[in-house]
């Protein structure tokens, strides 16, 4: 079975900017959860999507968001970029107990 | 809100030697993961443990859940350079007040270990 993808796996962006991030997770994975990894902060729980519903969500602003669609392939989404963005984004996918986690996206905010 | 402790942050061995990484909450976990990522990857998942006071064994790897459900440890016996990585603890489920979800992980930060030849 292929792992879970990422696109795109870098990407530079100035603030202001909007981006989007793309997720394709293990095939008959239905759970879709988003982390974003910093030196300072560790990996932080963004959300969690569940047949195309935001089932979970962490304490992000609502510049962060997501969705899913019904092949269960995710999206997220950052808007009004700020430095602090600057991360790796996360996506895993799960069937229960233990996530799968995808190589990530590199994000450098300019 | 839940927190995970992990000890100790760094740790650098000489190959052949054992370890022990700790991962310390308040909280009670309903599941505990154990992670290793490697530079430019995502973490992977080594061990679920769900029952408090479980030990599960991969190889060299002894994992152990505490009796209540709030800690656990992972040994390495006759440590390899292949098992330098960052060690992440994270921690599923938890209180209804806590908003805990199997599928919303709390992460430690993590061991950062290195094993020299």
């Known amino acids: 079975k292929a792992g879970v993808t990422q696109t795109p796996r870098y990407l530079i962006k100035t603030r202001g900017q909007q981006v989007t991030l793309s997720c394709s997770p293990i095939s008959g994975h239905r759970s879709v959860s988003w982390y974003q990894q910093t030196p300072g902060q560790g990996l932080q729980f963004l959300f969690e999507y569940f047949s195309e519903t935001q089932r979970n969500k962490g304490n992000f602003p609502g510049r962060f968001s997501g969705r899913q669609f019904s092949n269960s392939r995710s999206e997220m989404n950052v808007s009004t970029l700020e430095l602090g963005d600057s991360a790796l984004y996360l996506c895993?996918?799960?069937?229960?107990?233990?996530?799968?986690f995808g190589p990530g996206t590199r994000l450098t905010v300019t | 809100t839940q927190l995970l402790e992990q000890s100790p942050q760094f740790l650098s061995i000489q190959e052949g030697e054992n370890l022990t990484v700790y991962c310390n909450s308040s909280?009670?976990?309903?599941?505990l993961q154990w992670y290793r990522q490697e530079p430019g990857e995502g973490p992977v998942l080594l061990v679920t443990?769900?029952?408090?006071?479980e030990v599960k064994k991969l190889k060299r790897l002894t994992f152990q859940f505490g009796d209540a459900r709030k800690d656990s440890s992972l040994h390495i016996t006759a440590a390899q350079p292949g098992d330098t990585g960052l060690y992440l603890c994270a921690g599923g489920g938890g209180s209804q007040n806590s908003g805990g979800s199997n599928y919303k992980l709390t992460f430690g930060k993590g061991t950062l270990l290195t094993v020299n030849p």
């Open positions: 895993a996918s799960s069937l229960g107990r233990g996530q799968y």
């Open positions: 909280s009670v976990f309903s599941s």
């Open positions: 443990v769900v029952t408090g006071g």
